[in-house]
């Protein structure tokens, strides 16, 4: 069943929340256009030992710039959308005894911080809202907040300077469902969307569109992800909306467990009335 379950039992948190799943936003594909630094050196980032590639240079590290994206052949350059300007950590109650913090982890890519393409966020197992800002505000589409995988919920928002009715979401690895929630600026939710990545959903395909894109993910004293493809969908607004509340539920493994499996997300916006 495509509810959220933690909606229930955070009443409280979630005002609003009893907003119809699945309404006021619709899902929509687009292409991404990016790029890479030919002039970066990388040969001394090669595959782990446990990797299919071990020992290989791995052609996926520095910084992945975002150029444009192509919606329904309309061309909007990168300079063009919105950047996440505030962010606030509502929930994260998992703990992670093996790399320390909860759930939520700030990452960027592996060599991104001496690659000069273009800006990185920030990498961190203990991200503050300022840490999300950071992380997000940028082009750089190795820069993602991951959601790990213990037994929790997160719940984080982000807002733009300007409403806008098409929010852009690029996931590693098309592997993590989320609840996306639009709110206006009284914090009402006025549109509500369950993106699936298409496991462990029954007969539901994924929302995800893969985009060709490899990224890897350092994060500080943490973990290392030597690369996986981007996917990405856009979720256009029937309301435009200032804030979105993202919420990842991952219950104890079983039988009729809610589990999101750990959404890794880049998020920019169109500009206002696209």
Do not use: C
């Not at 955070?10 to 699945?22: D, H, Q, Y």
């Not at 109650?93 to 273009?118: K, M, Q, S, Y």
């Not at 991200?127 to 907040?145: E, K, M, R, Y």
């Amino acid at each position: 069943m495509r509810y959220l379950a933690s909606a229930l039992l955070l009443g409280t948190v979630l005002t609003g929340s009893a907003f119809a799943e699945n309404a006021g936003i619709t899902p929509f594909a687009f292409e991404t256009l990016a790029s890479r630094n030919a002039a970066f050196d990388r040969s001394a980032y090669v595959y782990p030992e446990t990797h299919d590639l071990a020992g290989q240079i791995n052609a996926n590290a520095g910084d992945v710039r975002l150029d444009a994206i192509v919606v329904d052949g309309d061309h909007h350059a990168a300079d063009t959308l919105q950047f996440v300007t505030g962010a606030t950590i509502v929930e994260d109650d998992a703990t992670d005894a093996e790399r320390g913090g909860h759930n939520i982890a700030a990452g960027f890519g592996i060599g991104a911080d001496l690659d000069p393409l273009v800006p990185e966020g920030v990498g961190t197992t203990t991200p503050t809202a300022d840490s999300i800002v950071a992380n997000q505000g940028n082009l750089n589409l190795s820069s993602i907040i991951a959601v790990r995988e213990n037994v929790g919920t997160v719940i984080y928002e982000v807002a733009f300077d300007e409403p806008t009715d098409g929010l852009l979401l690029w996931e590693r690895g098309n592997s993590g469902d989320i609840q996306v929630e639009a709110l206006d600026d009284a914090g009402e939710v006025v549109g509500s969307y369950l993106v699936l990545d298409g496991r462990n959903d029954g007969d539901a395909p994924s929302d995800y569109t893969p985009t060709g894109i490899f990224v890897t993910t350092y994060v500080q004293d943490g973990f290392l992800n030597p690369g996986q493809q981007l996917s990405s969908v856009g979720l256009r607004l029937d309301t435009p909306a200032p804030r979105f509340r993202f919420t990842a539920l991952q219950e104890a493994e079983g039988e009729g467990a809610t589990r999101y499996d750990g959404p890794d997300l880049k998020i920019l916006a169109l500009p206002p009335s696209s």
